[in-house]
């Protein structure tokens, strides 16, 4: 079992390829300079190897989300700071909780003026509850399971740390899409590709299309 709190799966730099999101702006959120950093991190066993754990993945979704509404670092932290506070919990931003009370308190925080987006509640409540929808979560509301959004509909790619390594893989089969990736560029047809992995051409060419 993959402790999704302890055990680091990926490293900064893939985090942020997978999320779509600025490295610099990851390596921020991951720097260690304040009490409590906005994604968790893990000292890695070497250098360069992974540092960052399913929940940091899961806390960096969420985070993007306020960085798409085009709030600035300062008021990402002092959010993320209160919904911590409110929930009494390290790592409130990435249970199943941030799900439900957790989009009515950033909303809430906007409205106190804490965060300049007073005009923009209901993008906070939509943009935040749209990414959630991405994330599943266990019976015991840890996260379990990330999808990501930006492949076509056709390709369920998911980060799940019980496969792949923390690699994206398809939710179906399993396969990491890295080595669907890797036999194409080898020269390899799409349909010698699809007959590798048992997957149909269109599902090979629309996780082609997202991820080479």
Do not use: C
Not at 28 to 39: C, E, G, I, M, T
Not at 67 to 87: K, P, T, W, Y
Not at 97 to 126: E, M, N, P, S, Y
């Amino acid at each position: 079992m993959t402790d999704v709190y302890a055990t680091p799966i990926l490293t900064a730099r893939e985090t942020a390829r997978y999320l779509k999101m600025p490295e610099s702006t990851l390596d921020a959120w991951l720097a260690s300079a304040h009490d409590q950093p906005l994604v968790h991190a893990v000292h890695p066993a070497k250098r360069g190897w992974p540092r960052v754990p399913f929940v940091g993945v899961v806390e960096a979704h969420v985070l993007r989300a306020l960085r798409d509404l085009g709030m600035s670092m300062s008021d990402i932290r002092r959010a993320a700071d209160l919904v911590r506070q409110e929930f009494d919990d390290p790592y409130a931003l990435a249970r199943k909780r941030i799900a439900t009370d957790g989009v009515a308190l950033f909303v809430k925080i906007a409205d106190d003026a804490l965060i300049h987006a007073r005009d923009h509640q209901v993008a906070i409540a939509d943009v935040l509850a749209d990414h959630l929808t991405y994330v599943d979560w266990d019976d015991a509301g840890n996260p379990q399971r990330l999808r990501l959004r930006d492949f076509p509909a056709g390709a369920d790619v998911v980060i799940d740390p019980r496969f792949g390594r923390g690699s994206p893989v398809l939710a179906a089969s399993k396969v990491r899409v890295e080595d669907i990736v890797s036999l194409w560029r080898t020269g390899e047809p799409i349909t010698s590709v699809a007959d590798e992995y048992g997957l149909t051409t269109e599902l090979v060419e629309d996780v082609l299309r997202r991820a080479a």
